[in-house]
């Protein structure tokens, strides 16, 4: 059964949305990154690594949603500024293990209290049951992308379950 008039016009608005104001935000974010001596690129990997800590750099590339090659220069930087370590993964000597230094963990834990500072502003009057159901559609997409990568084949068909 394909979607109503009203839910087509609702998901193109949100997806409009979604670009523009996902930009918005990179902007506010990069501009509190920046007093912390952070560039854009190499914010996601310090944040990440000080959230979830040791990471493979196939893991952080996944979580990013870059290309491994991608990532590379970026923890080159952050090697060269003393953030990170990139050490042989025992498990996997050829796999690399990224962790922060003491240098990065300090840098992790003011950026990231300046960025819940600034989440505590811009998200002040919006409801958490407004943020769940966000959360709810960014898994929804999540999850078509997954399906994508493990079935190539499902390409734009419609889920048994939208």
């Given at each position: 059964?394909?979607?109503?008039?009203?839910?087509?016009?609702?998901?193109?608005?949100?997806?409009?949305?979604?670009?523009?104001?996902?930009?918005?935000?990179?902007?506010?974010?990069?501009?509190?990154?920046?007093?912390?001596?952070?560039?854009?690129?190499?914010t996601l990997?310090?944040?990440?690594?000080?959230?979830?800590?040791?990471?493979?750099?196939?893991?952080?590339?996944?979580?990013?949603?870059?290309?491994?090659?991608?990532?590379?220069?970026?923890l080159d930087?952050?090697?060269?500024?003393?953030?990170?370590?990139?050490?042989?993964?025992?498990?996997?000597?050829?796999?690399?293990?990224?962790?922060?230094?003491?240098?990065?963990?300090?840098?992790?834990?003011?950026?990231?209290?300046?960025?819940?500072?600034?989440?505590?502003?811009?998200?002040?009057?919006?409801?958490?049951?407004?943020?769940?159901?966000?959360?709810?559609?960014?898994?929804?997409?999540?999850?078509?992308?997954?399906?994508?990568?493990?079935?190539?084949?499902?390409?734009?068909?419609?889920?048994?379950?939208?």
């Open positions: 059964m394909a979607a109503s008039k009203e839910a087509r016009h609702l998901r193109r608005a949100f997806t409009q949305e979604l670009y523009v104001k996902s930009r918005l935000w990179r902007r506010l974010a990069d501009g509190v990154a920046s007093v912390h001596g952070l560039s854009d690129a190499v990997p310090v944040i990440l690594l000080g959230r979830f800590g040791v990471q493979t750099q196939t893991e952080l590339a996944d979580a990013m949603g870059v290309e491994g090659p991608t990532l590379v220069r970026h930087q952050l090697c060269a500024m003393g953030l990170i370590q990139r050490q042989v993964d025992p498990n996997d000597r050829r796999a690399k293990q990224l962790s922060l230094t003491p240098a990065g963990q300090a840098a992790f834990s003011k950026l990231e209290a300046s960025l819940a500072n600034l989440r505590d502003v811009v998200f002040a009057d919006v409801p958490a049951a407004d943020l769940e159901a966000c959360l709810r559609v960014f898994q929804s997409i999540q999850d078509y992308i997954e399906i994508l990568e493990t079935r190539p084949a499902a390409k734009l068909q419609r889920r048994s379950n939208p």
